[in-house]
């Protein structure tokens, strides 16, 4: 995982990507948003959503990547940034390296479920067919509190 400060450019897309949680949260979903930029564009956007739409694999990610997908006519999101409030699990982070999302910037570490070094090691995917560059704790502190208050009012 890249420790280094985070790009000028990606304070303001992941205020977008929280933006989106805040929506999830009011969905009833937990609050989870992610982005995909290519140059300086938002190509793709999602939040989670799987127990609207009684669909497991409906993460913040998953939606975004669909999302960026379908608007780039291309299941290769070469060049492209996620950007997303929460680390990635096992499965999203699979569908990140499927994708060949070149970097993702996430906020709040999930030391459950995360798996760009938190409880599992799979991005940056150094012995699989594509490394992602990773970068975590990016306003971890907003997008943790995003979540720890979601699951206090949930208990």
Not at 75 to 96: D, N, Q, S
Request: glycine share 10%; with cysteine.
């Amino acid at each position: 995982m890249i420790s280094s400060p985070p790009g000028e450019k990606d304070i303001p897309w992941m205020h977008h990507a929280l933006a989106l949680a805040r929506y999830a949260e009011e969905a009833g979903e937990v609050p989870v948003g992610a982005v995909v930029v290519q140059e300086g564009e938002m190509v793709g956007k999602g939040w989670n959503c799987p127990i609207n739409s009684h669909d497991p694999t409906a993460h913040a990610e998953i939606q975004a990547i669909r999302a960026a997908s379908q608007k780039l006519g291309n299941y290769r999101l070469v060049g492209t940034t996620l950007y997303v409030t929460l680390e990635p699990c096992a499965m999203c982070a699979g569908a990140i390296i499927q994708a060949r999302i070149q970097r993702v910037v996430f906020g709040a570490f999930d030391p459950k479920g995360g798996a760009a070094g938190s409880a599992l090691n799979i991005l940056p995917g150094e012995r699989l067919n594509h490394q992602v560059e990773c970068q975590g704790g990016v306003l971890a502190e907003s997008c943790g509190a995003i979540l720890s208050a979601f699951f206090r009012a949930r208990r």
